[in-house]
């Protein structure tokens, strides 16, 4: 599979767009791990072999294990290797990825709301739209792991 366009060259003011989201949210208060756990598992479910990549080493820079990593797409399977505050955010990033499958449920957002305030709920909310846009961008062009 060969490269499409590259977004980034073509139209640099739309990609500047894009990154202004992602250095907004590396202002907020989701730590490291969560903003991984979320952009691993969105990009799992979005099959976007290169947000994988790159978010899986990020993840272990950040100090993120193996187990967690290889076990993530399982996790509603494994009960105590995530917190209950990464189960919820878990949760909220599959129904926002797979948003056609019935929307975000009211179990799910108010599971998410008993561990976040609203702030917190809304940058939560906004890191997995901002991966989903970022996987669509790499699967759309072809970008390949490096």
Known sequence: MENRINIGILEPEAYKAFMAVENYLGTTKISKTHKELIKIRASQINGCAFCINMHTKDARKHGETEQ??????????????????????????????????????????NVAKAFFDENQLAQIMVAIMAINAWNRMAIATHMQPA
Do not use: F
Request: hydrophobic letters at 40%.
């Open 68 to 109: 967690r990593i290889y076990l993530l797409n399982a996790w509603r399977e494994v009960h105590d290797l995530y917190t209950e505050e990464e189960r919820a955010i878990l949760a909220l990033t599959e129904e926002m990825t797979l948003i056609a499958n019935g929307g975000v449920k009211d179990e799910t957002y």
